[in-house]
């Protein structure tokens, strides 16, 4: 265990030398957030209010889902799986490792967002606070599993790239984050509930909020918790496979 | 070898339909350097992974101080060093985080004395993307080397390094034998091999198709020992064969002969000098290489 935590904490701190990592998950959702706050408030009040959920689902699914895979895929491809492997660290530890360090980034920038949006643009702080954490630690834990199910299947970079972008674009236009989600057509408010942000922002409004839905608050929250759960049986199940293939 | 601690017997492994290692014996003794030899693709590298537990035979046995890679991958852990061909760290880990890490993962304490001896005390702080390939290799020789291993296994070891630093690195692994700690050598390069281990084995396609100690092994082969010859006056000999030699040509001041028994051979012209009353001044002989060897085997196996 010692170990392990050992590993986390080098982990975090080689992260923070990173310079794509600070990218993905510090300075790009959070030049976002400072930009994005400014018209926000400007442009449609509604959406200044609820600014911190909109912010944090950005972040969250920027930094985890554009960002989190790389790594693994560099560990992959350079061998540094084989040389840890070799010299006793396992791979789940890896793949548990670079979770964990993942979840706690993306957690600091949520704080950030969660504490500057109410003190700089004047947006609401949520009614109950308990469950706003609630709603974004269950959201942090799908999205990570998607970040290390790209990093895990993905047979290249620009392969991981590909599928990230596939979550990541729609997941942005489609839940509601950029623009109420009531003006897409029909076909594209449906393609939406795919995405684990369109829960996420639904879970926010109506537990954290405690404003209108378009879809059962509590409900959203339960299809998000077996997303995660899902992502995760997935990411492992297909790490262990690649593992045994390409004998890291 | 009642003393070996590792084993192989007729190792096999195949990827689909092709069989990359085909029914391989091979036994090492404790603290001797053993050389896997081979051609690209000759099944070297398989042989090794299966023997540090990353692949899986499909046949045989093998034991590593007691350890079957395949069954008792923990144990194997604490036994067996490992370098591999193409390993890597992550670019901004440091040098002593890395070597904090599989610290801690071995379960063992920070070996002072290896960070001296290997001499990247001065690295410490740098992250492993600041390395050169030479440092990059002193690295994970060290990290190999952390759980003090009975057996160690360096896969082309000096790939892609200057003079300098292969000097160097055979030092190193010199002093390693020292200790006691029995080395698995896979290499490309045969001088390295002459000058290292102890026993080798030529693989090719899968195959061991010779093995034995290098001198063993080139005295086995075909090839003749050159024996070269000058002498004071440059009067005599007549410049034929003799007994067991075939005179190849002059040049340089020097007649040459090619020999299948170099000290019969020697023994004849020594004689031959005295009769002509001539002086010998430099005479040379020069036994076939590894490398002739080698490429000798590698045009038998094209027929």
Known sequence: MNAFFKYLFIQFKMELRDKGTLLNFYLVPLVFFFVMGSVFSSINPFMKTTLAASMTIYAITMGAVMGAPTPIIKMRESGTMRAFKVNGIPGIAVLSVHAISTFLHLLLVSAIIYIVSPLAYGSEVPKNQVLYFVVLIVFLAVNIGIGMFIGAAAKGQSFATMFSMIIFLPSLLLSGIMFPASMLPKSFLWLGRIFPATHALQSFYGLAYKTKTDLNAMFCLFVLIVMAAMMFVLAVWRFSSIRKNEQM | MSDSVVLVKGLVKRYGSYTAVKGIDFEVARGRVFGLLGPNGAGKTTTLECLEGLRKSDGGSMSIAGCDPQLNKRGLRRKLGVQLQSSSLPGSMKVSEAIELICAWQGVSLRQDLIEKFNIGDLLKKQYSQLSTGQKRRLHLVLALINTPEVLVLDEPTAGLDVGSRAQLHEEIRSIKKQGITVLLATHDMSEAEELCDNIAILINGRIAVHGSPEQVTSAGNSDTRIRLRTSKGLLLPGGDIDGATFVNVKDGYLEWKSCD???????????????????????????????????????EKK
Request: proline fraction near 3%.
């Open chain 2, 262 to 300: 170099a000290a019969a051979t020697v023994t004849e012209i020594l004689k031959q000098v005295k009769v002509f009353g001539d002086r010998v001044e430099d005479l040379r002989v020069e036994r076939p290489s590894l490398e002739e060897r080698f490429l000798e085997l590698m045009e038998g």
